[in-house]
């Protein structure tokens, strides 16, 4: 039997330091939510970085763009898509980690790459970007023939369901078929070969867990993930801000930022 290899490199952290004498200065869009919270300790601890301000919904964003070099947003879509404007109009980097986007609102992050760097993923963890990349190959090498589910779980309060991270995986895999499969959420009536079907739990604090389950005669392979603490959303973040200075305008995702 033919080995199959997993090329798949991570850089470490320290490959997206910043020139110690040149601290980016960071803003972050909904600091006073529970991400943002995190983001604005952990941007005021790290030594490459500056936390020049915070914007609520109620506050002028423009002098805060202005000011920043790179801006952080973990809110909520059309707040995501009203800042993105800004950060085309003021050429400021921007690093989004907002779900729950539609297809016209990322069309808009798309539009406005065109004239700013802007990083959009649907989960910043270094982990859940490793299982996006598994799931891809595993995808591309065991065919459609091998049925696909992916099960996700998370705190009562998330609004989007299927979450953006389960549609995420959804995605990777559907790209490793080479574009074969429709995402199913309505479990009625009988399975068609190619569905990549959704189930959804929501309850208590689960922070997120995601499973991807690919389903043989026999046998079947689970890929998973676990989040335990928000605190790695937000040091993911970090280190795609870091990678993203000085790159030029374009639409990028975690994938680019971990060279997967």
Do not use: C
């Amino acid at each position: 039997m033919r080995a199959i290899s997993l090329k798949i490199q991570i850089k470490s952290a320290m490959d997206f330091k910043t020139n110690q004498g040149n601290q980016m200065k960071i803003g972050v869009t909904g600091y006073k939510g529970r991400v943002g919270q995190i983001l604005v300790q952990e941007i005021s601890a790290h030594a490459f970085l500056e936390f020049i301000g915070g914007i609520e919904k109620d506050d002028d964003p423009l002098p805060v763009f202005e000011k920043a070099d790179a801006i952080i947003d973990f809110t909520h879509p059309d707040a995501a898509v009203k800042h993105v404007a800004l950060a085309a109009q003021t050429k400021t980097a921007m690093i989004i980690g907002t779900t729950g986007l539609t297809q016209e609102q990322e069309s808009k992050l798309a539009e406005a790459a065109k004239h700013t760097a802007i990083m959009y993923a649907a989960n910043m963890s270094v982990g859940v970007n490793m299982l996006l990349a598994l799931v891809k190959q595993a995808a591309q090498r065991l065919g459609p023939e091998w049925d696909i589910e992916i099960f996700e779980t998370h705190h009562h309060h998330k609004i989007d369901s299927p979450s953006g991270t389960a549609l995420a995986i959804g995605k990777a895999a559907r790209e490793g078929r080479g574009g074969v499969g429709d995402f199913v959420t309505d479990r009625t009536g009988k399975r068609n070969q190619g569905d990549i079907g959704y189930a959804v739990q929501r309850g208590g604090d689960i922070v997120g867990e995601h499973t991807a389950t690919f389903f043989s005669q026999g046998e079947r392979i689970e890929l998973g993930h676990r989040a335990t603490d928000r605190a790695l959303f937000a040091k993911g973040a970090l280190r795609a801000v870091q990678w993203i200075k000085d790159k030029p305008a374009g639409l990028y995702s975690m994938q680019d930022v971990l060279d997967l």
